[in-house]
């Protein structure tokens, strides 16, 4: 299994910016098999929902509502995932998960971490 750690979550101003990072530990192994980085966010009320992701290959994809503002970036040898967030919104309000998926003989797994409050609010 792959844990997760996350920080840097907080309150913000409307068009401020915020940076969250993921830290991931666990075996060689475990740490081997992930080929996916990601965050995903839930605001109350509603459904989680896919922020960004980043395969081990580098490609990326965003969230419709967050391009041009958020970027995620990897750092391998710290097994860390970013998530640069500018000009934030009060919509951008919620739970932000960071998530892992991994790949081993036979299945996939996602892993979570323990989630991260953002608040965008003057």
């Known amino acids: 299994q792959v844990q997760l750690v996350e920080s840097g979550g907080g309150l913000v101003q409307p068009g401020g910016s915020l940076r969250l990072s993921c830290a991931a530990s666990g075996s060689i192994a475990s740490i081997a098999s992930i080929y996916a980085m990601g965050w995903y966010r839930q605001a109350p009320g509603k459904q989680r929902e896919l922020v960004a992701r980043?395969?081990?290959?580098?490609?990326?994809m965003y969230a419709d509502s967050v391009k041009g503002r958020f970027s995620i970036s990897r750092d391998n040898a710290k097994n860390l995932v970013l998530l640069q967030m500018n000009s934030l919104k009060p919509e951008d309000t919620a739970v932000y998960y960071c998530?892992?998926?991994?790949?081993?003989?036979?299945?996939?797994?996602?892993?979570w971490g323990q989630g991260t409050q953002v608040t965008v609010s003057s």
């Open positions: 998530n892992v998926q991994s790949a081993v003989p036979g299945r996939t797994y996602d892993s």
């Open positions: 980043m395969t081990s290959g580098g490609t990326t």
